[in-house]
């Protein structure tokens, strides 16, 4: 089992930052891939950002790429979503998943097997 908690979300002002944290729990060393996932109210989930568990490859959504940054602190058990020049539509629950199953960068969420319990990011305009 992997328990994943996410914290850092907020209301900000459009142009302004965020990170989120998502700390990792359990069985830790078996989690082969970490993701970021965000759903808006009416909108299906998609996907945001993901990461190797080695760190060594990241992959972003085009909505995403150039503001968002996925990283690790493989010493705290924590992934992070560095989030810069937010808009209104990145407003949404953001959600942490991890596979046990699959390695690499992942952007199906039936991929992962493990998630948080999101964390709500509020962009005003």
């Known amino acids: 089992q992997v328990q994943l908690v996410e914290s850092g979300g907020g209301l900000v002002q459009a142009g302004g930052s965020l990170r989120l944290s998502c700390a990792a729990s359990g069985r830790t060393f078996s989690s082969r891939a970490m993701g970021w996932f965000r759903q808006a109210p009416g909108k299906e989930r998609e996907f945001v950002a993901a990461g190797s568990w080695s760190g060594a490859t990241t992959y972003y959504a085009d909505s995403v790429k150039g503001r968002f940054t996925i990283s690790r602190d493989n010493a705290k058990n924590t992934v992070y979503l560095q989030m810069n020049s937010l808009k209104p539509e990145d407003t949404a629950v953001y959600y942490c998943?991890?596979?046990?199953?699959?390695?690499?960068?992942?952007?199906?969420?039936?991929?992962?097997?493990?998630w948080g319990q999101g964390t709500q990011v509020t962009v005003s305009s």
């Open positions: 998943a991890a596979s046990t199953v699959v390695a690499g960068t992942r952007t199906l969420a039936r991929e992962y097997n493990y």
